[in-house]
């Protein structure tokens, strides 16, 4: 066996970790942004508008304009769990698979 599919055999265990089309694990950022795509497709469809923004030197982010100023939520892996967060303090942040993930910044947004 190559060392490459060596390597491709220890990342495709059942571990739930994302990998690319060649096996391998995907980046930080685009888990990042399957995250934050996934969360802008719940909040549209619960008639709220937001934008995945891809800055080329820091990490993605979900805008979601509102009147007063936009919430900006990025995600975070955090202890080996994936967190939507949208400040610093311990209310302000939800597990990526919490099923009430999206209600959550949707209320924020109001």
Do not use: I
Request: overall charge positive.
């Amino acid at each position: 066996m190559a060392s490459k599919d060596l390597v491709r055999a220890r990342f495709n265990r059942n571990d739930g970790m994302p990998t690319n089309k060649e096996g391998f694990p995907q980046t930080t950022k685009a888990q990042q942004y399957h995250h934050l795509v996934t969360l802008a497709w719940e909040l549209s469809r619960r008639g709220l508008r937001a934008v995945v923004d891809l800055p080329l030197k820091t990490d993605p982010v979900l805008v979601v304009p509102r009147t007063a100023s936009a919430v900006r939520v990025m995600a975070c892996l955090h202890r080996g769990t994936w967190l939507y967060t949208w400040g610093r303090g311990s209310g302000q942040r939800v597990p990526v698979t919490a099923d009430d993930a999206a209600d959550r910044v949707w209320e924020v947004a109001q």
